[in-house]
């Protein structure tokens, strides 16, 4: 397609023993730092002598940091294609030229190990991570204009969670990445307005992203195959019937909202089912005045605002009726990049789709993401 810059919405980076390292720890912690450990080719990452990822047992999980030890590849990483320098982002060309292969021309950039809560009970301790990743991302990523980045918080320290929201503006973040919850709290608890008011005032999307949010959904679950399923893609659901049921988007209606990585087959469901019971809900407010619906307006107005996003994956069988269902311009793409899972040279797979039209493919790949980020 002709001058086509595809922008890949949701890429992502695997930390490493820099990540965390004096340069951009919080002192306080350096003692508490977590540290790479390794066993049996596998790698792992300890956090108060707790193990991430945890495959096996209740709770369990996947990610794909760390990628290395003593700087060779971990067991996991070593069939992937990119560069270890790629994969952890220990300079941009390395990942500029994977970006190049798959004819990707910018990437935002999200985090791999937070995609897991907690990674430690102590709230401190986890600001303390957060304003970590974010400086050694943005110094990753340096003058690149084609990489941009989102930012993590620590919504369980809500001040601290402002804080960062101010400083990553300041350092360049084009996003704040939540999950779908905030841990065993949904996102439309109300000691998070302060939160989202930041992120409406400092002009960063919000980006709702899967992983294991919640812990009590999380714990419910022992094999990894149905945990990489329900704890890990249920929260963004979750996190999509808070933002758009809550009134979080009256109070403010110019916050851009992403829904990243669960694909958008989903959204016929939640749409129809939210809309009936808005109704429903308004009608039996008339018998129970406090049922009453807390958001102004049902589903598909606030989708019709144009300010709500959701990425596809590039096989998603239904894509064109959810084009159908909310309109060609609230759908973006991303990659994945580089984690084991994803499908390799996706733009490219969705440029061959012949059941979209080339308007609604050049919305996807760069009009709706340059919006969405305001690059």
Known sequence: MKDLVVIDADGHVEEHDLTFSDKYLDPAFRAQRPQVVATDGLAYWMIEEQLFPRRLGRGCHNLGTPTSYGGKRTLFTQ???????????????ARLRDMDAEDLGVAVLYPTLF???????????????????????????????????AAVVNLDEIPAAIQQVREARKLGAVAVMVLGTAGDRLLDDPALLPFFEVVAQEELTLSVHVGWACPSLSNLYADLYTATVIPFLTPVLMGFASVLGSGILDRFPTIRVAFLEAGCEWLHFMVHRLEHRFHFARS????????????ACPPREYLRRGNLYVSTEVEDTLLPQVIDLVG?????FGSDMPHGDRERFAAKTLLTRTDLSEAAKRKILEENPRRLYRL
Do not use: F
Not at 79 to 93: N, Q
Not at 133 to 145: E, F, K, P, T
Not at 284 to 294: F, V
């Open 79 to 93: 069939s992937k294609p990119e560069s270890l320098e790629s994969l952890e982002l220990r300079g941009p060309d």
């Open 284 to 295: 039996m407010a008339k018998i129970i005045p406090q049922t009453a619906p807390r958001a």
């Open 115 to 149: 995609l897991a809560y907690p990674l430690t009970v102590n709230p401190a301790l986890s600001t303390a991570l957060c304003a970590a990743y974010n400086r050694w991302l943005a110094d990753a990523i340096g003058a690149s204009g084609r990489l941009r980045w």
């Open 328 to 332: 060609e311009d609230h759908i973006i």
